[in-house]
């Protein structure tokens, strides 16, 4: 069961960064692309912190490692940084502002992509299921 929620988290990601994504940006013109990725990606990253808080709490009722703790706490926070930076990078991006989009945006992949791999590695940590 203390797998479950980092599976779903991985799922998650993969499925919006492999799939969604992709196939929005391939399907639809740039301007209803852009609308319906604006109004997914703040409830995709709630949704990643939400799982991060469950992935937390069942273990701590079964004793938690550190691992699940600490990948728990980087599940609930860094997605909770990127949705706060939604704002601000679409604010760059409407405003041309291609450098600071940019950075944004490479913080936002950075930060899920950590996320990813911490949920990923979680059963090869010792201890850690």
Known sequence: ???????????????????????LFNTLNEKSAAKLIRALFPKFFLAISVLGACSLFVPLQSGATLWQIGIALISILFPLICRAMIP???????????????????ISVILTVIVLIGNLSLPLLPHAY
Do not use: C, W
Not at 88 to 106: I, V
């Open 88 to 106: 601000r990078t679409n604010r760059a991006r409407d405003e041309g502002n291609e450098k600071t989009f940019s950075r944004l945006h490479r």
């Open 1 to 23: 069961m203390t797998l479950y929620f980092p599976g779903m988290i991985v799922g998650a990601i993969l499925l919006q960064t492999i799939v969604f994504a992709p196939t």
